[in-house]
């Protein structure tokens, strides 16, 4: 499978963030990290198709880090943690600069293989269930940057207006020791946070009905149809012959 996406910032500043691994985790629908040590990554991945709920457990590796030519390479194998299906990927991905040099453009070339009740929907399903989740990432992750910057911005200003005997992110306040004290005023800083950025929503699961329900649709009804349609046909033979055999009596 292959994918690109857009990450808003320049190649030098879209490998730092892409691999700060426990950070970016929650732009993922469904993925949790439960441990990282700067090479391979432990973590969880949850799949919901209606009431069907799976949950993956497994590792990802980085066997290839290339700063200079901007490529990363990343496999991972997980396992069904209440069953017997499992999911391995190999994943090549390569920065490159856009022409305005302000974003990069990330493609990524995916080899998967799957066992189990998710396989059954077919290479076609999992194209698309590939698309919709690396649209939903570069999505999630865009709003982060955005306001990670919106927030540094705003961290600046409110240094800026702390006026004079105040650090930066503090505001000073000037207190009398008393009415009609003689006594000199005390400046006190009053430390304050920069609003948050908005949390990343990390979703519970991928919902594969809510991802692309037309495409499993166009699989399921196909099916549905051709078993009614042998019932029909299944049906309409039986009475044929209990006809047959009524007469013949």
């Known amino acids: 499978m292959d994918h690109s996406f857009t990450v808003p910032v320049p190649p030098e500043r879209a490998w730092d963030v892409l691999l700060d691994v426990e950070r970016i985790a929650p732009c993922m629908p469904g993925a949790t990290v439960d441990d990282f040590d700067g090479e391979v990554v432990n973590g969880r991945i949850k799949v919901r198709v209606g009431p069907v709920s799976l949950t993956y457990r497994g590792t990802a590796k980085f066997t290839e880090r290339d700063p200079d030519a901007k490529v990363i390479l990343l496999e991972a ?13 190999t994943v090549r991905a390569f920065l490159e600069p856009e022409s305005s040099g302000a974003a990069t453009t990330v493609s990524m070339h995916t080899t998967m293989n799957v066992t189990g009740r998710p396989a059954q929907f077919g290479r076609g399903v999992m194209v698309e269930v590939g698309s919709k989740l690396v649209e939903k990432f570069a999505e999630n992750l865009a709003q982060m940057i955005t306001s990670d910057g919106t ?21 000073a306040v000037t207190a009398e020791t008393g009415p009609g004290s003689t006594q000199p005023s005390v400046t006190i800083p009053v430390a304050h946070t920069a609003a948050a950025p908005p949390a990343q929503q990390n979703e519970d699961s991928i919902n594969l009905i809510r991802l692309v329900g037309p495409a499993i649709l166009k699989r399921v009804v196909p099916v549905a149809v051709a078993v009614a349609v042998l019932a029909l046909v299944s049906r309409r033979l039986h009475l044929f012959r209990r006809a047959g055999s009524d007469q013949e009596a």
Request: hydrophobic fraction near 25%.
């Open 77 to 89: 194998s997980g396992k069904e943690t209440r069953g017997a299906g499992t999911a391995s990927a």
């Open 151 to 171: 927030a540094g911005e705003g961290g600046g200003d409110a240094a800026e207006s702390g006026g004079d005997g105040a650090s930066a992110g503090q505001t």
